[in-house]
């Protein structure tokens, strides 16, 4: 739509925002009319109280943020009922900042989407409570979302990207290899046996008390990891890859956590500092470990890549890995990630870092993509439970490990 501006005299096209407050100025109501649809996507599954307004065309209208990262590293971790009553105190807030910043009326809203699994549950419940009281306020459908599925879908919003695609999800409380065949149609071609990379690196940034670093205070562990790795020697430890026999697309991190640890000891020892303390070595162990969980990621994806156009699950060429997640906004793991999909053909796209970290908008939008397919939009409320676990897809990870692909070597000079 065009306006004519009268000040400057010229035709300009204007923010999808201003689009809506010139309607409104004539008391026009755009989603329920002609224009676009809106959601208010809301999510709480972990530390983050999010919540964001976005439109059919990928338009974020408004978006607000309350982030707990600073109050849990404190207490050296998430601690459930904390982040609970954090939730409980922000989300009105953060809510109610989302829609004012739209410039929407709430009346104008297509739909309000939550995440509803996985995740903690006194987070989880936070949000649907919340979400379910508002839905029957204002009378709209409730879209319930998985954390993951829209953590996958992102890209969509940011990139033109077409199904089917693969996806590495790496977070905090999720590690896996997925196909994305359609909003929400996935095939799990791996995950994490134990903890996933997120939870390692915020481990071994508290065993290294990276807390107490001046350039890392604020940061979450896998960002101070991330920051204090650019300063180090990835070169002056040695530590082999997980699962190195295993030809499936599973990950482990346990054992990259211990062996990190027992590192860590035997540099405070031979540095002759106490537990708590910060080693001079803190940022050559931190590159080592980024670097080892960066090939251990690398390789797995390679396997998945590989899979996939045996099957031809995914085309031969220019294939679409998306990696997303919080640690995905680690630009290292993406350079990892670039020597991969440049050896095999494919495109690597990932969310700016903002967009890989929780936050309300992949909700908004991941409830627009099902309002466009028309699935999982709910006009009944009864019923609905959050789901503290929940897999994701369809899970074809037994026959990824039957068919043992042997992956090639590749270089990782990163
Ligand atoms: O996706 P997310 O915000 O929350 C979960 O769903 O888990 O991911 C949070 C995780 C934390 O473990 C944090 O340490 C890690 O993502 N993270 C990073 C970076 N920024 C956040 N890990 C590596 N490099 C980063 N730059
Ligand atoms: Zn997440």
């Not at 990139?159 to 695609?165: A, M, R, T």
Request: net charge positive; charged share 20%.
């Amino acid at each position: 739509m065009l306006i004519l501006t009268k000040t400057a005299g010229v035709f300009f096209k204007p923010s999808k925002r201003k689009v809506y407050e010139f309607l409104r100025s004539f008391n026009f109501h755009p989603g329920t009319l002609f224009l676009h649809k809106i959601v208010l996507g809301i999510e709480t599954s972990c530390d983050d109280t999010a919540a964001a307004v976005v439109d059919e065309t990928g338009n974020v209208l408004g978006e607000a943020i309350h982030s707990q990262t600073e109050v849990h590293l404190k207490t050296g971790g998430i601690v459930p009922p904390v982040a609970q009553q954090l939730h409980r105190e922000n989300i009105q807030r953060i809510v109610q900042e989302a829609l004012s910043a739209s410039r929407i009326s709430s009346s104008d809203l297509s739909a309000i989407a939550t995440t509803i699994k996985p995740g903690l549950a006194l987070s989880l419940g936070v949000g649907l409570s919340f979400s379910l009281q508002l839905v029957g306020q204002l009378k709209k459908p409730f879209i319930p979302i998985h954390h993951m599925e829209a953590h996958a879908l992102t890209i969509r919003l940011t990139n033109k990207v077409e199904f089917p695609f693969l996806v590495l999800l790496i977070s905090g409380g999720h590690c896996l290899l997925a196909l994305v065949q359609g909003v929400s149609d996935f095939l799990l071609l791996g995950k994490s046996l134990d903890i996933a990379p997120g939870d390692m690196l915020d481990k071994v940034a508290r065993r290294l008390s990276l807390i107490k670093h001046p350039e890392c205070s604020t940061m979450s562990g896998g960002k101070a990891i991330e920051h204090l790795a650019k300063q180090g020697n990835r070169f002056h430890f040695d530590i082999k890859p997980p699962l190195h026999r295993a030809k499936n697309c599973d990950f482990s991190f346990t054992g990259l956590q211990h062996v990190t640890d027992k590192i860590i000891m035997k540099k405070e020892k031979e540095e002759g500092i106490e537990k708590g303390q910060i080693l001079s070595s803190a940022a050559d162990i931190a590159a080592t470990v980024q670097h080892t969980m960066a090939c251990h990621l690398v390789k797995r994806t390679h396997r998945a890549i590989l899979f996939c156009k045996q099957r031809d699950l995914l085309p031969q060429n220019n294939a679409v890995l998306v990696a997303s997640g919080g640690v995905a906004s680690n630009f290292y793991i993406r350079k990892a990630l670039e020597i991969l999909t440049n050896a095999t053909q494919c495109t690597l796209l990932c969310p700016p870092p903002r967009l890989c970290t929780d936050n309300g908008i992949m909700i908004a939008w991941n409830g627009i993509e099902r309002l466009r397919a028309g699935s999982g939009i709910l006009h009944d409320i009864e019923g609905i439970r959050y789901e503290p676990k929940c897999p994701l897809g369809v899970d074809i990870s037994k026959e990824v490990g039957e068919a043992s692909i042997k992956v090639p070597q590749l270089k990782m000079e990163i």
